[in-house]
């Protein structure tokens, strides 16, 4: 779970492979919203630290990652896109 200014913006389900986003505005492109550019950079560094290990993400809100517009927003904060979703390694 992630918590920007309070508000949950991320919810990463167990295992890691569905992401669910709260974006700051429904219509809001998630590549310019601020809270969610940040919470996938604070989701990274968790991860990067090793407090999650290697995590694919294959769905954002119940899309696939890959096609997601969420997608480029965690590729921006470090993921790579793989075969089977979004990656990060620890």
């Known amino acids: 779970m992630v918590l920007v200014d309070g508000e949950l913006t991320l919810y990463m389900e167990r295992g890691g492979k569905t992401l669910l ?10 590549t310019e919203d ?38 480029a927003l965690l590729e921006s904060a470090g993921f790579i896109a793989t075969p089977r979703g979004l990656r990060l390694r620890a």
């Open 34 to 71: 601020t809270r969610l550019h940040s919470a996938a950079e604070a989701l990274a560094a968790a991860a990067r630290a090793g407090s999650l290990g290697t995590v694919t993400v294959e769905r954002v809100n119940g899309t696939a990652a890959l096609t997601s517009p969420y997608g």
């Open 21 to 30: 986003a709260w974006p700051s505005a429904p219509d809001t492109d998630p």
